[in-house]
């Protein structure tokens, strides 16, 4: 900063407006400024830089995992694309690696366009995990629950969009209170939506019961 002299040097922060996923600190500063020489600030990137890489190995890991699942059951698939559980455990397989590709690898991309693809990204996570259990449990036959498990799946997709959306309004300085507002709207659409993968295993366990009370009766009669 050159040599020592007096005088007032202001930083001006921005607070976002407190969202449905905000804990509070979001917005400010997330620790000590630092201030100094170019390649004094250079070194100590470098070294957060490492700590942070060295942090996540074991999450690389898992999710390199994950990926090669992910060409596994998609390579399966193209084998036969009757295998519809081959196709939705490779798209749900491939999420994490999505989503860490757009949160954990610091893309030069801007806060909204990254807001925006990871909401999207967790909506299709949602919707993969239900047809994976649907085909998991043997499910697809019953035509109404895949009707409305199908309805449910755009409706998650729909709102997860416009969710991640908001961040642009927010980057336009629209008025806080609308989006607030919004947001609450959108993310009581969301939240009921995370019941579907408990659902489908109530109804997969209720129609086994009924298959096995439905054997039981063929069999006293038989007997």
């Not at 967790?122 to 409305?148: N, P, S």
């Not at 109804?203 to 096995?212: D, F, G, L, N, W």
Request: aromatic share 10%; hydrophobic share 55%.
């Amino acid at each position: 900063l050159g040599p020592a002299r007096k005088g007032v040097l202001a930083v001006r922060v921005f607070k976002l407006p407190s969202m449905s996923v905000d804990d509070g600190s979001a917005g400010g500063f997330e620790g000590l400024p630092l201030a100094g020489s170019p390649e004094a600030i250079g070194t100590k990137q470098e070294a957060f830089n490492f700590r942070w890489l060295r942090g996540r190995q074991f999450l690389f890991a898992l999710t390199s995992l994950y990926g090669l699942a992910s060409i596994l059951s998609f390579i399966a698939w193209l084998r036969d694309r009757k295998q519809r559980l081959l196709f939705w455990m490779a798209a749900f397989t491939f999420m994490p690696v999505l989503e860490l590709v757009l949160s954990g690898l610091h893309l030069p991309m801007s806060g909204m366009w990254l807001t925006f693809a990871i909401q999207t990204a967790i909506a299709v996570r949602e919707l993969c995990q239900w047809f994976l259990l649907i085909y998991l449990l043997q499910l697809d036959g019953h035509t109404k629950l895949m009707r409305a498990v199908r309805t449910a799946a755009w409706v998650g997709v729909l709102v997860g969009a416009l969710d991640g959306a908001l961040a642009f309004a927010l980057h336009f300085n629209s008025p806080a209170v609308p989006i607030q507002i919004a947001d609450a709207i959108l993310t009581a659409i969301i939240l009921p939506l995370e019941l579907v993968p408990i659902l489908l295993v109530i109804y997969a366990i209720r129609q086994r019961q009924r298959s096995e009370e439905h054997t039981s009766e063929l069999q006293s009669h038989h007997d």
